[in-house]
């Protein structure tokens, strides 16, 4: 259990789950298994998350031992010079890679923006109503910065902002409406807690349909594609209204419930924006 605790400063599942997508999102782009490149994507992703990962730890150490958190900054397993070395360290790691993957002056600088955009969150943003901020640049810049990488001009991924910053945005609040309650009494105003209950709620479900929209468009113009477009829309509103209904019931597994389901539609929204992008 300790050390399950100890590996929790990495926050592993989300971390590994980032990794996996921008592994899927190289795939979807052209970059194939045999290609070096594709473990240069995975690695750098995984070290840039490791990162972010341990700042908000040492970052969050007070509130957590305020809170009773058994996190492992409060608990005494990991020190908060240790932490944030290794958020140093991972930094430092994705850059050194990037660098030597030859991926190039631009590639360096989106990695860059987008390390920038999780540690002000961690530092900054996080207990503010901008807490979305770093959410609606970072999330597209992945894929953004995947089609750089697999030779597509960067006129073709603007796509990939216009409707995946909605869906990253919806993905925050579903994400931070279960701790709600929590931030508000830890003095915490973040987005969620500014729009309060049910605006976050309404929000979120608004974005998603921004982002599904707009995917299930991209679809349409792909040709006699509308099946595929009605599927999608389905699904998507058959998912909200589950996950908004598991939210509204106010219990803690519910809103955790509905939290993940909102994820699940968030991202397959994507799926498409991320396709259309790769001109496959």
């Known amino acids: 259990m300790a050390r399950w605790t100890v590996v929790e400063l990495l926050h592993p599942i989300p971390s590994l789950l980032t990794t996996v997508a921008a592994v899927g999102f190289a795939l979807i782009f052209g970059i194939g298994r045999s290609d070096v490149r594709l473990w240069w994507i995975g690695v750098a992703m ?7 990962s341990a700042l908000n730890e040492w970052a969050d150490a007070d509130l957590d031992r305020q809170a ?8 005494g397993l990991v ?16 850059f050194l890679l990037s660098t030597l993957a030859n991926f190039g002056a631009v590639s ?24 979305f901020l770093p959410f609606a640049i970072a999330f597209p810049l992945m894929p953004f910065w995947i089609g750089l990488l697999a030779g597509r001009p960067a006129s073709s ?49 608004g974005l998603l349909l921004v982002g599904t ?4 468009v991209l ?9 595929a477009a009605i599927s999608l829309g389905t699904i998507v509103a058959s998912l909200l209204i589950v996950s908004l209904s598991s939210t509204v ?12 389901i909102l994820i699940a539609a968030a991202s397959l929204s994507a799926v498409p924006l991320v396709a259309w992008a790769s001109g496959r």
């Open 249 to 260: 019931a106010g219990r803690p597994w519910s809103a955790q419930l509905g939290k993940w």
């Open 157 to 205: 991924l603007g796509v990939l902002f216009l409707g995946g910053s909605p869906l990253a945005i919806a993905i925050h609040l579903a994400d931070a409406i279960p701790d709600r309650e929590r931030d508000r009494a830890a003095g915490l105003r973040t987005l969620a807690v500014a729009l309060g209950r049910p605006g976050a709620e309404l929000v979120a479900a």
């Open 108 to 131: 360096l600088l989106l990695v860059g923006i987008g390390l920038a955009c999780g540690w002000a969150y961690d530092l900054r943003l996080k207990g503010t109503p901008l807490s």
């Open 219 to 227: 679809i349409l113009q792909r040709g006699p594609t509308s099946i």
């Open 46 to 52: 995984l070290l840039v998350q490791f990162s972010i």
């Open 79 to 94: 020190s908060p010079r240790t932490a944030l070395m290794v958020a140093v360290l991972c930094a430092v790691g994705a």
């Open 213 to 216: 929209l707009l995917s299930i």
């Open 68 to 75: 009773g958190r058994q996190r492992p900054i409060p608990l």
